[in-house]
């Protein structure tokens, strides 16, 4: 006589949001959008043909290029995608440096990634420009929502549920929660070698408002634009779930991150740009990590993965 093995229920999938945001984090959010922003749009008339000096140029150059890889190749396609492993030192600095972008905190970002990635352009996605339809008002809607529109939202992402991995990791534990320090780090910092390299006080103010401020807003911008652009407009060599597209003019200034719809089509690769004459800076980085000893078993693009995925 035999019996029946009775099946394992199956587990609840935990829910998607987790809460809303606080009054308190809402104001701390659109703080951190609106006023970056209006200080690019000040900054111009205050500083034209005269304030705005080579030093303030060196300075946001530096901090934009490291704390914009911090994002691409830690926040991004290590933290995120895990398209290599890290050594210790080098994941906290990634940590750290991703922080100074002023974009949110490592596990939140992550987390809210990853749901991006899991409901791409469906609904759940947090910030897919096709969530409204297609007429012109729609789309036009859909951009915004999907470029800014989607950070004035309550809703939070359901870290138990995107990020556990993070949640669990000690070290990323307490780098989330110097999410705030590493903000202001981030605009006053520049404001200080702004004022020691040109001993004045107006070379601080300068180093502040275009270093600090005006920079951060214009690496927001740059980073939403492959939220919103990369999805509505460019060319898609690749098979994907969804409407992510190649945008060419932002791939130096988002570091390779606007090869998006080949990204798309191999989530974990390290490589985004990886067809001929695609510059992917970010990619370059991890291969000098890699060839440090600081960075393993990456992911490099696997071709003939990416052959069943071209588009005939």
């Not at 009054?23 to 205050?46: D, G, K, Q």
């Not at 210790?88 to 990635?117: E, N, T, Y």
């Not at 634009?225 to 992510?244: K, L, T």
């Not at 998006?260 to 000098?288: E, K």
Request: charged share 15%; proline share 5%; aromatic share 12%.
């Amino acid at each position: 006589m035999t019996t029946a093995t009775r099946a394992e229920p199956r587990a609840t999938p935990k829910p998607m949001i987790s809460g809303s945001h606080s009054f308190a984090e809402l104001f701390t959010i659109r703080a951190f959008l609106i006023i970056p922003f209006a200080a690019l749009i000040a900054a111009v008339p205050l500083t034209w043909g005269w304030g705005l000096t080579w030093v303030d140029i060196g300075i946001a150059a530096v901090f934009y290029t490291a704390s914009t890889l911090g994002v691409t190749v830690g926040y991004h396609r290590f933290f995120t995608h895990g398209a290599f492993k890290a050594k210790r030192p080098l994941k906290i600095a990634l940590a750290i440096a991703g922080g100074f972008a002023a974009q949110g905190s490592v596990i939140g970002w992550v987390a809210d990634h990853r749901r991006h990635h899991a409901y791409s352009d469906r609904e759940g996605d947090p910030h897919s420009p096709w969530l409204f339809g297609t007429s012109p008002v729609a789309l036009a809607r859909g951009f915004w929502h999907a470029h800014m529109g989607w950070l004035f939202g309550r809703d939070k992402t359901n870290i138990d549920r995107f990020a556990p991995d993070l949640a669990a990791d000690r070290d990323l534990r307490a780098v989330d929660r110097l999410f705030p320090l590493w903000v202001v780090l981030s605009v006053a910092a520049p404001a200080v070698l702004g004022g020691v390299i040109t001993l004045s006080w107006w070379g601080a103010l300068t180093g502040f408002l275009w270093a600090g401020l005006a920079r951060v807003s214009f690496q927001h911008h740059v980073t939403w634009s492959v939220n919103s652009i990369c999805h509505m407009i460019g060319n898609r060599p690749f098979a994907s779930r969804d409407r992510s597209a190649n945008f060419w003019p932002l791939a130096i200034l988002s570091m390779g991150e606007s090869w998006h719809n080949s990204h798309h089509a191999d989530p974990t690769s390290a490589r985004h740009g990886v067809l001929r004459g695609q510059i992917d800076i970010s990619a370059r980085l991890i291969w000098i990590f890699e060839k440090l000893g600081w960075a393993t078993r990456v992911r490099w693009p696997n071709q003939q993965r990416l052959g069943r995925l071209a588009r005939s």
